[in-house]
């Protein structure tokens, strides 16, 4: 692997340590601030809120100021958050920051997708997609379990400072590794860019049809401590040993996706497989008790999640007009996900509050069934071919 990729895969996963490091902290949080559940649901809800309005006109002004330029931005940007999160004196303040975080996080992403699209050929672009996506699980898992020791050893706010001075100091990392990388001036205009990918009909039908993912990270990753400790009474080491597996098997199921799809199964069965899979582990959350099978399960739903994400990247990669067009199109489809992806936190702690954990978990489960007959549409059997096997 050459050294502008390990600079790309490695900023992913330092990025991915703002995702998930507020999980081990929220139940402090709720303490400290005297939180209801609700309140936790839109503090969680709130960067995923930055995530979604984001990706969209981070796509488009990657067209015009460049994929390094924008994807170091959102990840300086994000360090910063952490030291926002670090000084804020109330909920307020750090419901911002946490939005500040989720519109970095957004800058970030599919400016890294273009770029990696231009270090890397036809033959292993996809597997770099399923490296790109497994690291985000590998640094979010890592983090979750390193700042779940640091909220106990330091407290939360210490903790948002450390993750923030690291993230700052990947910004500069990325920036100066990938200098020289050619980046093709686009012989449309962003405009046009962006309009082709907008009505490309396969970006948005597998945008949707691949919510069982963003579910998966937005709500199982994000609350399983949080349920585990609230609901199921788990201590904190072994109910965050939890949260730790479920992003942790994500890099796994990364690199095993990039290898298994489009080689020995089609990348469209295996999006399908893959995405029925995490729905069903969802709903069997709330029918288990023991901490060991809800391991397992969440074990299994972190390795799935990965290749969901690839496999619907891939097969959108695969109906573009040219490589002028990922950037853009990764920042749609993002934003076609996250934005309503963004409801899910909020809706599952309202399930809760009004009936029960177990119910939150099969409505967040069915729901990402629901979706997936987004895939069955005819323009994602007749525009995907191309990527079949």
């Not at 309140?39 to 067209?63: D, E, K, R």
């Not at 050893?153 to 500069?172: D, E, K, N």
């Not at 992003?247 to 399908?272: D, E, K, N, W």
């Amino acid at each position: 692997m050459n050294y502008r990729a390990l600079a790309v895969h490695s900023t992913r996963a330092v990025y991915a340590i703002s995702w998930y490091n507020i999980s081990p902290a929220l139940i402090y949080i709720e303490s400290d601030l005297f939180l209801n559940q609700a309140q936790v649901g839109l503090l969680v809800t709130a960067f995923y809120i930055g995530v979604g309005i984001s990706q969209i006109p981070a796509g488009y002004l990657a067209t015009i100021f460049g994929n390094r330029n924008m994807a170091s931005s959102g990840i300086f940007l994000l360090g910063i958050s952490g030291l926002v999160s670090f000084i804020s004196p109330g909920l307020t303040i750090l419901i911002v920051s946490r939005a500040i975080a989720g519109i970095a996080s957004g800058m970030f992403f599919s400016p890294a997708m273009g770029t990696l699209r231009n270090i890397t050929d036809d033959h292993t672009f996809g597997f770099h997609v399923n490296v790109f996506n497994g690291v985000f699980s590998l640094g979010a898992g890592a983090g979750l379990a390193g700042w779940a020791i640091l909220d106990i050893a330091v407290g939360w706010r210490i903790a948002f400072l450390i993750s923030g001075l690291i993230t700052i100091s990947f910004s500069l990392i990325y920036y100066f590794s990938l200098r020289g990388v050619h980046e093709e001036r686009p012989a449309r205009s962003p405009s046009n860019i962006m309009k082709s990918v907008l009505t490309n009909r396969v970006v948005w039908i597998l945008g949707m049809a691949g919510s069982a993912a963003i579910i998966s990270e937005n709500v199982a990753a994000a609350f399983i401590v949080y349920y585990l400790e609230e609901a199921l009474g788990i201590p904190p080491s072994p109910a965050a040993l939890a949260g730790v597996l479920i992003l942790s098997f994500g890099f796994a199921g990364g690199i095993v996706g990039g290898l298994v799809a489009g080689r020995y199964i089609s990348t469209r069965l295996f999006f399908y497989v893959t995405t029925v899979a995490v729905s069903i582990l969802m709903i069997s959350i709330a029918f288990v008790r023991n901490i060991v099978e809800i391991y397992f399960i969440v074990s299994l739903i972190g390795m799935l999640t990965a290749p969901i994400i690839s496999s619907s990247y891939v097969l959108i990669t695969g109906s573009l007009r040219g490589r002028e067009e990922v950037t853009s199109s990764m920042s749609v489809v993002n934003g076609i996900q996250q934005i309503p992806g963004s409801v899910w936190p909020y809706a599952f702690t309202l399930v809760v509050s009004f009936f029960s954990f177990g119910a939150a978990w099969v409505f967040i489960g069915v729901s990402s069934l629901a979706l997936l007959a987004f895939g069955f549409l005819p323009s994602v059997r007749k525009m995907a071919l191309d990527e079949e096997v």
